[in-house]
């Protein structure tokens, strides 16, 4: 071995040995390691004792020294929480602020809500009976829910604690409530909860004091919260599928994760002003008095037998203004008002929905029913009057369909004699048909556009039901419930897709829809393609086991819809429209010189070109035949 080996062994054994004097414990640290594990010791002698010994004294119990019991719990406590361990251990407490509009109430148990009552609105349940029943509407009240922060803390286990697990001393004055741990030597942790006067809103404040000399280093908290959410609506399904957790980055618009599936989102370091765990009706905000600097959010869906809806789990990071940390939670309804006058976008917590759908639901349909319902107690006769409103606004696009339907009825004869001549070639009498179309300036689309064009309207409509506020247990007629399905009727089984009950509403929809169906296709000839005589009345029954399920509020509109889409074309078609002006309109246009490549053209070009090539392959067959 060389000189430098020798060299470099001897300074790995020197560095061993400092790093062994410098380490190693203090006479103190030896003896409290000590006295923690006689203490121990102590314990499970003392447990031993008692189970191998049954003592039995008529009746006398017989006193057990429980003093060195206590103190081994107490030097456990202190080796897991250091200055909090006379925090670690307690008796629960609740206190109970409200207002108004709801009663909030808190737990000693990490100094956290642990429910909240709203009292303007009920949870409705069904019995084994079929029987409905109102109870108290509570948020957050599930016992599995979490709501804590970690803090750094040296000599604990992985050099933090967590509050969830600390017994808080609470104080109420007024309205406001302060929970505080005691860490001795001045310095502890206290969490301030103010509620305010008819609002929703809870002031929420963290103030740590004096946690520096603990080893708490200062910067910012992280807040972890779990929330499992209950299922406390009729229609099961469309709670599952408006329930998520929604977010807002500072310069961003909302986003929220899948409401469907179980998904995580992370902001990815961006800034967040607010998290809020929705249900369909209800929320639950966190929002901060400046940002959230981190945030994960995730979604675990559970099983369809299960009491809880979904869990939800937001982690965010909180900065500390010197000790402090202020936010504020919105626990209430989906109002889209009292959200908006926040003004930090949290009325998009509503799912109108985020397209041109949800611009419509927002700013159209929303004003116009709170215009009526502010005069109109009745929700069932509002969506009445909104349905008239809505087709008096379209009636234009209507008459424009109707119009161009009396036209195709205006040359039924003619098409019926094009087919006399051509019995057998349907193709043939497509391409006459055609022509006479365009001989005479009747588009066979015309009725189509004005339908495409309500499409939005619709489709909105179908958001705007369920994921209002306003319908949930609004009772019309036999609908107890108009953001639900009604029911007429409970089956003594289920039936796949279409459920165990009955709809009156869909049904009446589909019933109107068949007659609808019929004044609106008498222009048609089926002849060319009979199959669709049978198909236009059989969609209306197909789709009742879709609409089943729906909401009635949106089920009612459409039966309300088709009674005057009924009455509209009747009226239309029987008095407003000139059957002898139909007439001599088409003859006037048959006699104007006709413009080359219009759109006419070029679909009569095409089935001709359609036309030969079918007559080549049926050419080609007949030669294959004979060969």
């Not at 940390?325 to 209430?332: D, E, K, L, N, T």
């Not at 029911?487 to 929809?509: D, K, M, R």
């Amino acid at each position: 071995m060389d000189k430098s080996n020798i060299t470099g062994l001897v300074l790995i054994m020197l560095l061993v040995v400092a790093w062994s004097w410098f380490t190693k414990p203090s006479a103190e640290e030896i003896q409290r390691d000590q006295e923690i594990q006689d203490s121990l010791r102590n314990v499970e002698e003392e447990r031993a004792r008692l189970e191998r010994e049954t003592v039995v004294d008529l009746g006398e119990s017989i006193p057990i020294d429980t003093s060195e019991t206590d103190s081994a719990k107490q030097v456990l406590l202190q080796r897991e929480f250091g200055a909090f361990a006379n925090n670690a251990s307690g008796e629960p407490k609740l206190y109970t602020l409200e207002n108004d509009l709801f009663k909030v109430v808190f737990t000693n148990k990490g100094g956290r809500i642990k429910e909240v009552e709203l009292k303007n609105y009920q949870k409705l349940t069904i019995d084994s009976n079929r029987v409905e029943h109102k109870s108290p509407l509570k948020l957050l009240e599930d016992d599995k829910n979490k709501f804590d922060f970690d803090l750094n803390i040296a000599g604990v286990p992985g050099g933090k604690i967590n509050t969830d697990k600390l017994y808080f001393g609470g104080q109420m004055s007024g309205n406001t409530i302060i929970f505080k741990a005691d860490a001795g030597n001045g310095a502890y942790i206290e969490q301030k909860y103010t509620i305010t006067p008819d609002d929703y809103t809870i002031d929420y404040d963290i103030n740590l004091v004096g946690l520096e000399a603990l080893g708490h280093r200062a910067g910012s908290l992280n807040i972890n919260w779990v929330n499992w959410l209950d299922r406390i609506e009729h229609n099961t399904d469309y709670e599952t599928n408006y329930t998520s957790i929604y977010f807002k980055e500072i310069d961003n618009d909302p986003d929220h994760c899948s409401c469907t599936a179980a998904d995580t989102e992370d902001a990815d370091g961006k800034p967040l002003k607010w998290v809020s765990h929705s249900n369909q009706f209800f929320n639950s905000t966190l929002i901060a008095d400046n940002f959230f600097t981190k945030g994960n959010m995730e979604i675990e869906l559970t099983d369809e037998t299960s009491e809880d809806l979904k869990k939800l789990n937001s982690s965010v990071e909180i900065p500390l203004n010197g000790n402090t940390a202020s936010m504020q939670f919105y626990i209430g309804p989906n109002e889209f008002k009292r959200l908006a006058s926040y003004n930090l976008d949290m009325e998009d917590i509503i799912p109108y929905g985020s397209s041109i759908f949800g611009t419509i639901n927002r700013w159209i349909i929303r004003p116009i029913f709170n215009f009526l319902s502010s005069f109109i107690s009745s929700a069932g006769i509002v969506i009445l009057l909104l349905t008239f409103l809505v087709k008096i606004a379209l009636y234009p696009l209507t008459y424009k369909m109707l119009y161009s339907q009396s036209k195709m009825s205006a040359l039924k004869p003619r098409l019926s004699k094009l087919k006399e001549k051509n019995p057998d070639d349907a193709q043939a009498v497509q391409m006459e048909t055609m022509k006479l179309y365009r001989e005479f300036g009747v588009n066979p689309l015309g009725g189509c556009f004005p339908i495409a064009l309500q499409m939005p309207i619709w489709f909105a409509l179908y958001r705007f039901f369920p994921a209002s506020i306003e319908f949930r247990q609004a009772s019309f007629l036999w609908a107890t419930d108009l953001s639900s399905y009604d029911v007429i009727a409970y089956l003594p089984f289920n039936i796949p897709f279409y459920g165990e009950h009955i709809s009156l509403f869909t049904i009446l929809w589909a019933l109107t829809t068949v007659i609808y169906t019929y004044y609106n296709t008498k222009h048609m000839d089926m002849a060319v393609n009979p199959m669709m005589k049978y198909m236009q009345y059989f969609m209306p029954i197909m789709f009742l086991f879709f609409f089943n399920n729906f909401a009635s509020g949106l089920s009612c509109y459409l039966f309300f819809s088709n009674l005057m889409n009924i009455t509209q074309t009747i009226v239309t078609k029987n008095y407003l429209i000139d059957k002898k002006k139909i007439e001599k309109e088409l003859e006037d246009y048959r006699k104007k010189p006709k413009k080359k490549g219009g759109f006419q053209d070029r679909l009569a070009e095409a089935m001709k070109q359609a036309q030969a090539a079918q007559a080549e392959r049926e050419k080609n067959v007949n030669k294959k035949k004979k060969k």
